[in-house]
């Protein structure tokens, strides 16, 4: 089994900044491509940024130039730098990744229990 464990979301004013991190434990030999998405309320869950496992992110137009995605494969995090936030951005955030736990073995996607981030104007 693995476990996502996010942290970093609360309440941050117009302008302002945030970090949210995810770490996975567990049975884990390899980790894929890492995300972060993002639902607001009334609204279906979109990806936010996306990064393989090569550091390679991609990113939603609403957030270019203001978010950044990275991670440290040695420590199996996946950490989401905000900046310049709107209120637009209030949202729960959620961690997602694709799991090897074993060589050659079939990856499986896991979720992260979701960490509400509220952006006031």
């Known amino acids: 089994q693995v476990q996502l464990v996010e942290s970093g979301g609360g309440f941050v004013q117009a302008g302002g900044s945030l970090r949210l991190s995810c770490a996975a434990s567990?049975?884990?030999?390899?980790?894929?491509?890492m995300d972060w998405y993002r639902q607001a309320p009334g609204k279906q869950r979109e990806l936010v940024a996306s990064i393989t496992s090569g550091g390679s992110a991609n990113y939603v137009d609403s957030v270019k130039e203001r978010f950044t995605i990275s991670r440290d494969n040695a420590k199996n995090t996946v950490s989401l730098q905000m900046n310049n936030v709107k209120p637009e951005d209030t949202a729960v955030y959620y961690c997602?990744?694709?799991?090897?736990?074993?060589?050659?073995?079939?990856?499986?996607?896991?979720w992260g229990q979701g960490t509400q981030v509220t952006v006031s104007s």
């Open positions: 997602r990744v694709d799991v090897a736990t074993m060589p050659g073995g079939l990856q499986f996607q896991y």
């Open positions: 567990g049975s884990i030999f390899s980790i894929n491509a």
